[in-house]
């Protein structure tokens, strides 16, 4: 063992003292591997602060969009297409589909989609691929830092493994490794990079305050120090906490419309008990991260024969939540005197989120599929995603009935009076709590609300 290596954690203090001035005083060169909602934000902020970025991507064309300045990310996303230009135009960041420059990289961060499949397994191609294509590349000495969510393990029998193969180099001695995974949301990018919280998994506590030592630059809040899997667990448990407590709204929400409750006003009132955070209930839930988060959670404890109970249940509630809204749609039909087949359907949102262009795992495709499977036509607008923007007045002309399904500001300030004008037959059905029974009665809708009996 060399005198620059710790002889109780076989970390080499030399190399990693070295990196550690090189981000101290912003000279380390940072590569982001996977340059979409993740990465995108992560490179410009810090090509902000001080450090040269080179980001990696496989689609020509979002590198070249990124390389002129435009951000290929539409939806309401506050301040990212002014920090590409500014940073683009500073010539702090480079976006290239090629893995040659990231050999003078110091720090190189991955994100890119880890997804389950239809069984529920872990799929990692495009993160294998990254690690084969950078671990050719390595610089000596460089710090790898995983920030896609990865099931518990997945560090220590997936990626250091491949590293290690691919580079021909030793963790802790010829290169650095960590885990700290991203926690954000469209809509709200640069904010929740900055202002929320970070776990900092490292290899060795000395790479875990190495990492702390480079996210210190763009995050203002906490940064803890962590092992790998550690931070593993705890991104795929907040995920699945969450999934898990909307499906409780969701089931609530069942109940109130068997009773003839309103589980908006009871979501109110139980929230008002110290302890207690009722989440909102709704038409689906989608993205990149809840729908497989819980599976990702859970896949190695399952794989090893551990009863897991809760989580699949909750993840059936809230998968089930579009063909519960076909079964509103089909119940209001039938007291205005239609039904779903032949019926012409207005889908209001297709993306996942309100106020983005972000369609992974979107409710509105399951919805859409079922309504055609029941013989419907089926018209869909969303202001944000390309494909189907459009006039909304004129695309609800002929329709037996509009089918809210993702709360856009835009459908907020919509002028029923016109909508009814132009619906065929006046049937309102809303899945995210975006009307009031007051706000349509007037107009003279057949209107059906989730979660109002």
Known sequence: ??????????VDDTSL??????LAD???????????YVGLPVACLFAET?????GVDIQAERVAKINAGISPIEGDEPGLAELLAQVINMGMLH???TYAPLAECDVITINVETPVDEQHIPRYAALQSALHALGAVLKEGALVIIESTIAPGTMAKLVKPILENTSGKRVNAGFYLGHCPERVMPGKLLANLRGVSRVCGGETPETAQAMIMLYRHVVQADLDAADCVTAELVKTAENAYRDVNIAFANEVALVCEAVGGDVWRVREL??????RNMLLPGAGVGGHCIPKDPWLLVYEAQAQGVPIRLIPAARAVNESMPLHMVELLDEALEEAGKTVAGARVLVLGYAYLENSDDTRNSPSAVLVQRLRELGAEVVIHDPYVA??????????QGCDAAVVMVGHGEYRELDWKAIKAALRTSVLVDGRQVYSIEQV????????????G
Request: proline residues 2%; glycine residues 14%; charged residues 15%.
């Open 1 to 10: 063992m060399s005198e620059s290596t710790n002889q109780h954690t076989g």
């Open 17 to 22: 003292n070295s990196l550690q001035r090189k």
């Open 26 to 36: 912003k000279t380390a060169k940072l590569g982001v591997i996977g340059l979409g």
């Open 50 to 54: 001080g450090f040269k970025v080179v």
């Open 95 to 97: 976006a290239t589909d």
């Open 270 to 275: 139980v929230n008002k008990s110290p302890g």
């Open 387 to 396: 494909e189907y923007q459009g006039d909304v007045y004129e695309m609800a």
């Open 441 to 452: 009665a007037s107009v003279g809708l057949t209107y059906s609300a989730l979660g109002a």
